[in-house]
C-alpha cells in the first residue's frame, strides 16, 4: 500500500507498532516465565552444606519419587530409557544434572539410577538436599 506524502508515494511499512507489540510481548514472557517453573513433589533429605540450586536453563533435575517413579525435570521417563534421554539432553547438550531423590527412596534405586547416570557418560552430577530446620532451644 503506497502512501501520498508531500513529494510523492512512500513505499514502506510503518514497523514502529509492531515493534512497540513485540517488546510488550516480551516483557509479559520475561515476567512471567520464571513463574512457570514446576516440578515434581519430594520429599528431600536434609543436610548441613546446601547451595541454592541454579535457576537457568542450563541444568536439568533428575528426581526419583518415593515410589521410584524417575522425572528428568517435569516428564516421566522410565529406567530402561533414561540412559537414552541423558545422552541426549544432558551430556548432548553440555548441561549440568542434578539428583533429587525422596528421602524414602532405597539406597540401591539411587545407586542404580547414579549407575544410568555414569553409563551415559556423565562424571559430574549434583546432589540436591535440604538444609535441616533449625529446632528453637527452651
Known amino acids: 500500500m503506497a502512501i501520498k506524502t508531500g513529494g510523492g508515494f512512500l513505499n514502506e511499512i510503518n514497523v514502529t507498532p509492531f515493534v512497540d507489540v513485540m ?27 546446601v547451595k541454592n540450586l541454579p535457576q537457568d536453563s542450563e541444568h536439568l533435575v533428575l528426581t526419583v519419587k518415593k515410589d521410584g517413579a524417575l522425572f528428568l525435570d517435569e516428564y516421566q521417563v522410565g529406567e530402561d530409557e533414561l540412559e537414552d534421554h541423558l545422552k541426549r539432553l544432558v551430556a548432548g547438550q553440555k548441561k549440568q544434572l542434578f539428583l533429587r531423590a525422596d528421602k524414602e527412596v532405597a539406597y540401591g534405586t539411587v545407586v542404580r539410577v547414579m549407575g544410568e547416570i555414569k553409563a551415559a557418560g556423565i562424571d559430574k552430577l549434583g546432589i540436591v538436599a535440604e538444609q535441616p530446620r533449625q529446632e528453637k532451644t527452651k
Open 23 to 49: 517488546l510488550v510481548l516480551l516483557i509479559i514472557f520475561m515476567v512471567t516465565a520464571p513463574l512457570m517453573t514446576q516440578g515434581v513433589e519430594v520429599d528431600l533429605p536434609t543436610t548441613r552444606t
